[in-house]
């Protein structure tokens, strides 16, 4: 950045401090969270500190851990579809609906196809893909060509995309009815994705459909440069305009992306487990998703931790019911963990921003006070800005062009 | 990257399990709840009071855990196991969406006895309970059609699947065998979402709605999210509710609203249970399918509150036209 030790010293000063920083926020969030859901727990009666330690205990055995990761994986996908539309400012509300039409159409295009085996699983991925990515991509459509938030109308499409569901999820429509539920035909078993054995259990194989989206994630966000656009709309519309990008595709893309990943948030349960969709898919997966991508910073390993946390508290959810606290008791810890991250994440935020402007500042003090002393000094008098954007409140300047010290996307 | 987190996760606990089986005495009886609880004034309810009923009479203790919104068979497979490794015996599912796990499930501990209420579980060691809710249903819509001053009368249920639809059909055709002239507003709260048995608010909108448009007799079949509609009807002169599966007159949590509530379709599910924790405590226990159905009083309409004292002769008419087999009730709609 400069040549001069004097400015170059303090800025790898900074770097640590953003190391630092960087721990500190899920630290304090983790330890926040862990006081609240105590006193919560004192105030109604309940032991925190027995209910930790059965939690421990109970979730670290084999079987939990097999069922903790099976949990994990559909949730990821969620987290990662809802951050690809976060990282640019576009809040997808809609994975629940997108991820549940498309898991509904693969499964029936699965079901009704006449070839055999494996390779209809590649049909029924692209299927559920494609699906969700029109789904979404409704929304995205409408907010570049008619400014309508997405917000609205992704809600909007869940409530649209249940009843098309219910519509067709009908004995004689597009599925068949078994006693009490009604679902699409079944899969064979040589459609069905292939699992890991352990000892413990089965591990779903579409865990590898989750690395692989996590990866694809990091790179295209990360190391692209349409990435590097989809970022930049997302921190200032008129800026990433300035810069030839077109924004209103931006948000088509995002959004078509956003739905294709939320596609693929059914297909575990779907390929390896159900292997039909019915009356008794599970939903809510892509509100499950919101939490975990706020919790995991939009970010790749960031969100595989918050999803394994997320199966972990519900896993152990069950068992402290078993011994007689209340089930609701997970879906509070739940709500604690998030809030107290989002919080935590903001005040390290603000506290770093303040540290840094102070320190540029006195550093910059600190040279214009020995510059006319050392009459001649080789400092050259535009080196000064280079390291003022800092002390001049525009947090987008700091480093590296990150808005947030503790942004861990950003090396 | 969730990979290396996975391997860690399994490396630092292998071979141990969460749970040892049990050994010695059974703990009593375990009960897996559908969402909305035991305390849900209704379906969960009345499978409560079978085991309350084991309890008081075979001295059978009971422990009662329920199902979250949104859950997965994996979840429910969790709960059942549980219940198994600790000994239960039986363990029973409340809720047709039991089904697959409890199958599952069962296949792992064949010496422990299962049940299934409202589906049908394979395995030699399950006991799947059924009931004829159009029946009991068709005799709610007879006391409906006789009851209403408006000649327009309402169904709501809780999600549109098949298993509502049998109460639906069951109503529809007791209204309009008994009155063709009555019209049945037909709504449901949810298409494809297990919500609709725990959102009492969304069923309350739902009556006021109908209520407004001059309805006066409503028939909720919506587990926990029916008590949002009968507290609606009783806030208005004239109008009545009918219950669903428990007989509503006389649960507490709706001791308020009961002058309100002209009957309740009662769905035996107490006795279905009954029938199962004696049988496996008798070390006779129960399998195959158990059909509960008007005939054999596995359903049934309440006359408490004596509402429809005045109306019995049409619908002890009617429940003879079905256990005869001269009615024929539909269970689709």
């Not at chain 1, 196809?113 to 299927?127: E, V």
């Not at chain 2, 007989?247 to 279905?272: F, R």
Request: glycine share 12%; proline share 3%.
């Amino acid at each position: 950045m400069t040549t001069s030790p004097r400015t170059w010293q303090p800025l790898r000063r900074i770097d640590r401090e953003k190391l630092l920083l960087g721990f500190a926020a899920p630290a304090l969030a983790l330890a926040t969270a862990f006081v609240i859901i105590s006193l919560v727990m004192s105030l109604t009666g309940q032991n925190p500190f027995l209910a930790f330690q059965i939690m421990g205990d109970y979730g670290t055995k084999a079987d939990s851990q097999v069922w903790i990761i099976n949990k994990a994986i559909p949730y990821y996908l969620s987290a990662v579809a809802v951050a690809i539309g976060f990282r640019m400012n576009l809040f997808n509300i809609g994975v629940d609906g997108q991820y549940q039409v498309a898991a509904f159409f693969a499964a029936a295009v699965g079901g009704y196809l006449t070839f055999s085996g494996t390779l209809r699983i590649p049909f029924i991925l692209l299927t559920a893909m494609a699906v969700g990515a029109i789904w979404a991509g409704i929304a995205g459509f409408l907010k570049a060509t008619r400014g309508v938030s997405e917000v609205i109308s992704t809600i909007m499409l869940n409530a649209i995309g249940g009843a098309l569901i219910g519509y067709l999820l009908h004995d004689g429509r597009l599925a068949e009815r078994t006693q009490n539920i009604v679902h699409t035909p079944y899969l064979p078993e040589s459609t069905m994705f292939f699992t890991i054995q352990t000892d413990a259990g089965r591990i779903y194989g579409t865990i590898v459909i989750a690395i692989v989206a996590g990866l694809a994630y990091w790179y295209l966000l990360g190391r692209t440069r349409f990435g590097f656009d989809l970022r930049s709309v997302g921190e200032s519309e008129s800026a990433a305009r300035a810069g030839g990008v077109s924004v209103k595709r931006m948000v088509i893309t995002a959004m078509v992306l956003s739905g294709a990943m939320a596609g693929l948030v059914g297909m575990p349960t779907l390929l390896n487990d159900s292997g039909t969709f019915g009356n008794n898919f599970p939903g809510g997966i892509g509100f499950m998703g919101i939490a975990i991508a706020l919790l995991g910073r939009n970010h790749a390993v960031g969100m595989a931790f918050a999803a394994l946390l997320w199966a972990f508290l519900e896993r152990t959810g069950g068992r402290l019911n078993f011994e007689g606290y209340n089930q609701e008791i997970v879906g509070v810890m739940q709500g604690i963990i998030v809030l107290s991250v989002v919080i935590a994440y903001e005040l390290v935020r603000r506290w770093g921003l303040r540290r840094q402007q102070r320190m540029v500042g006195a550093q910059l003090a600190a040279r214009a006070a020995a510059t006319p002393a050392a009459v001649g000094a080789p400092v050259p008098m535009e080196k000064p800005p280079a390291t003022t954007p800092g002390a001049t409140g525009d947090r987008r300047a700091g480093q590296n062009g990150s808005d947030d010290p503790t942004d861990p996307e950003v090396p | 990257m969730a990979v290396t987190a996975a391997l860690a996760l399994t490396a630092s606990a292998c071979g141990e399990s969460s749970t040892e089986t049990a050994d010695g005495e059974s703990p009593g009886v375990g009960i897996a709840f559908d969402v909305g609880g035991r305390d849900d004034q209704s379906f969960n309810e009345a499978a409560a009071r079978g085991a309350d009923q084991a309890e008081e009479e075979l001295g059978v203790s009971a422990n009662f855990q329920t199902a979250r919104n949104d859950e997965t068979d994996a979840d429910r497979e969790q709960r059942l196991t549980e219940l198994a490794q600790e000994g239960y015996n039986p363990v029973i599912g409340v809720g047709f969406l039991y089904g697959n796990a409890i199958a599952r499930v069962a296949e792992q501990f064949p010496d422990t006895t299962f049940g299934v209420v409202d589906a049908v579980a394979e395995g030699d060691n399950v006991y799947s309970m059924v009931f004829a809710e159009h029946e009991a249903s068709y005799l709610a819509g007879v006391a409906a059609a006789l009851k209403t001053e408006t000649g327009k009368v309402g169904f709501i249920g809780g999600v549109n699947i098949p298993l509502i639809q049998k109460f639906q059909a069951g109503f529809e055709q007791g209204v309009n065998d008994t009155d063709p002239d009555v019209v049945v507003d037909v709504q449901y709260l949810y298409a494809d979402d297990d919500r609709g048995f725990t959102d009492v608010a969304k069923a309350k909108e739902q009556a006021d709605g109908m209520l407004g448009r001059d309805i006066d007799v409503i028939y909720s079949a919506a587990g926990l999210a029916g008590n949002g509609s009968i507290e609606e009807v009783a806030g208005v002169e004239g109008a009545w509710a009918i219950g669903v599966d428990s007989d509503q007159y006389l649960q507490d949590g709706l001791a308020e609203y009961k002058d309100s509530i002209l009957t309740s379709a009662v769905k035996g599910v107490n006795v279905a249970v009954f029938d199962l924790i004696q049988s496996v405590h008798d070390g006779e226990p129960l399998n195959g399918v158990g059909e509960y159905t008007l005939a054999d009083e596995g359903v049934w309409l309440a006359t408490s509150g004596g509402f429809i004292d005045d109306i019995m002769d049409e619908i002890d008419t009617a429940r003879e036209g079905i256990v005869s087999g001269e009615i024929v009730v539909n269970d689709t709609p």
